[in-house]
């Protein structure tokens, strides 16, 4: 797709950046692999924004919104060239018994709002439209649980950047003109083994977390574990922390015995999130890995490319022209090398052009066995 024609053309992101709500689905669907499953969904992008404004006109004070984001496969297939400049498929982590898992996905929609049934009615209105040139890869439908807590018992999200921060932490800046004002977004689908998690002590829970499980106070240096959670998680770079934006929702089915997080994470540049995914299996150094992690586990891991809205609004159905990205595959190929994902340069550092915070720590060490 072609970038915007003049300097002073209005590029509106999509509402990565907004308030936390009280319901959300995520659905990831993979796309049929023939040229007329493309050409749907290309039209099908170019009428998003009119399909959500047509679902939240019901209850305006509900704040739906739905955020679509695609995938590194997809991205080449939909839209072509030119690509978002660090988009790749997310790569799994193998440490010891620690695996994170790379699951397919092409098309992420994030739908959100203060109640469940209007994003139940855009995820039926998605679905109604494009469900014959698609299969359902994951869905899950998510809660906050009383006081913005996880079903571990401990409050999520509270170090997530706010105003400006957030913007700066989430959105692409002039690092890539092409695609300023999008965001990368991984997600993954935790489940934990709540019998193992509450038979732990409160102290060793708040050890492997690293905050108080009443009051949300974080433990202080002294106090906290190396192996903490939000230890590993927190990333530094030349003396500035790097950040990511999560709305992580709860989600479950006790009847079935199934309780989960749902991580989701956008930032301006998805080698934050991926080294705060590695410090956690991996460990930092390695073997000093998060404990959360003995009792939860991923079972879907993959990453997209939200680009603006101003972008799918553009969007035709002529089929584009192949994708070329050096730079992505040479990324990727050395990720797949057991090689750490390269440190930002000055003009993609969070302190230059726009947006970046959070809380887990990715990589690609696809075959690493430190314990």
Same mark, same amino acid.
């Given at each position: 797709?072609?970038?915007?024609?003049?300097?002073?053309?209005?590029?509106?992101?999509?509402?990565?950046?907004?308030?936390?709500?009280?319901?959300?689905?995520?659905?990831?669907?993979?796309?049929?692999?023939?040229?007329?499953?493309?050409?749907?969904?290309?039209?099908?992008?170019?009428?998003?924004?009119?399909?959500?404004?047509?679902?939240?006109?019901?209850?305006?004070?509900?704040?739906?919104?739905?955020?679509?984001?695609?995938?590194?496969?997809?991205?080449?297939?939909?839209?072509?060239?030119?690509?978002?400049?660090?988009?790749?498929?997310?790569?799994?982590?193998?440490?010891?018994?620690?695996?994170?898992?790379?699951?397919?996905?092409?098309?992420?929609?994030?739908?959100?709002?203060?109640?469940?049934?209007?994003?139940?009615?855009?995820?039926?209105?998605?679905?109604?439209?494009?469900?014959?040139?698609?299969?359902?890869?994951?869905?899950?439908?998510?809660?906050?649980?009383?006081?913005?807590?996880?079903?571990?018992?401990?409050?999520?999200?509270?170090?997530?950047?706010?105003?400006?921060?957030?913007?700066?932490?989430?959105?692409?800046?002039?690092?890539?003109?092409?695609?300023?004002?999008?965001?990368?977004?991984?997600?993954?689908?935790?489940?934990?083994?709540?019998?193992?998690?509450?038979?732990?002590?409160?102290?060793?829970?708040?050890?492997?977390?690293?905050?108080?499980?009443?009051?949300?106070?974080?433990?202080?240096?002294?106090?906290?574990?190396?192996?903490?959670?939000?230890?590993?998680?927190?990333?530094?770079?030349?003396?500035?922390?790097?950040?990511?934006?999560?709305?992580?929702?709860?989600?479950?089915?006790?009847?079935?015995?199934?309780?989960?997080?749902?991580?989701?994470?956008?930032?301006?540049?998805?080698?934050?999130?991926?080294?705060?995914?590695?410090?956690?299996?991996?460990?930092?150094?390695?073997?000093?890995?998060?404990?959360?992690?003995?009792?939860?586990?991923?079972?879907?891991?993959?990453?997209?490319?939200?680009?603006?809205?101003?972008?799918?609004? *553009?969007?035709? !159905? #002529? &089929?584009?022209? /192949?994708? =070329?990205? %050096?730079? +992505? *595959?040479?990324? !990727? #190929? &050395?990720?797949? /090398?057991? =090689?750490? %994902?390269? +440190?930002?340069?000055?003009?993609?550092?969070?302190?230059?052009?726009?947006?970046?915070?959070?809380?887990?720590?990715?990589?690609?060490?696809?075959?690493?066995?430190?314990?």
């Amino acid at each position: 797709m072609d970038a915007p024609s003049e300097l002073n053309e209005v590029v509106l992101s999509q509402p990565v950046v907004g308030p936390l709500t009280r319901s959300a689905i995520f659905l990831v669907l993979c796309i049929r692999p023939d040229e007329e499953a493309f050409t749907r969904l290309r039209a099908f992008c170019a009428g998003l924004s009119s399909l959500i404004r047509a679902v939240e006109f019901r209850n305006i004070e509900a704040g739906l919104t739905c955020i679509a984001g695609f995938g590194s496969d997809a991205w080449d297939k939909l839209f072509g060239s030119p690509r978002p400049a660090e988009l790749h498929p997310f790569e799994e982590i193998r440490s010891a018994s620690r695996h994170a898992v790379s699951t397919p996905g092409d098309i992420l929609f994030h739908i959100r709002a203060k109640s469940m049934d209007l994003c139940f009615e855009l995820a039926t209105q998605i679905m109604a439209g494009i469900g014959d040139v698609v299969s359902v890869a994951d869905e899950v439908h998510g809660f906050r649980y009383f006081d913005d807590r996880d079903v571990l018992g401990f409050v999520d999200g509270t170090e997530n950047p706010r105003g400006a921060a957030a913007s700066e932490a989430a959105i692409v800046g002039a690092e890539d003109p092409a695609f300023s004002g999008g965001s990368y977004v991984i997600v993954q689908k935790y489940l934990h083994d709540m019998a193992a998690w509450n038979a732990l002590p409160t102290e060793t829970q708040e050890n492997i977390i690293g905050r108080r499980k009443l009051s949300d106070v974080e433990l202080s240096d002294a106090e906290k574990p190396s192996y903490a959670h939000n230890a590993l998680t927190n990333i530094e770079q030349n003396g500035r922390q790097l950040q990511i934006l999560r709305d992580n929702m709860p989600f479950g089915r006790p009847g079935h015995g199934e309780f989960g997080t749902y991580f989701i994470g956008y930032c301006r540049t998805p080698s934050t999130t991926e080294l705060m995914i590695r410090n956690m299996f991996v460990g930092n150094p390695p073997g000093n890995y998060d404990r959360l992690l003995d009792v939860s586990h991923p079972t879907t891991g993959t990453l997209f490319f939200v680009p603006t809205a101003s972008f799918l609004d *553009s969007v035709t !159905t #002529a &089929a584009p022209a /192949a994708s =070329q990205n %050096p730079e +992505a *595959s040479e990324k !990727t #190929a &050395a990720t797949s /090398a057991g =090689q750490p %994902p390269p +440190a930002l340069s000055p003009a993609q550092s969070p302190a230059s052009a726009a947006p970046a915070e959070t809380s887990l720590k990715i990589g690609s060490l696809k075959g690493e066995t430190n314990e």
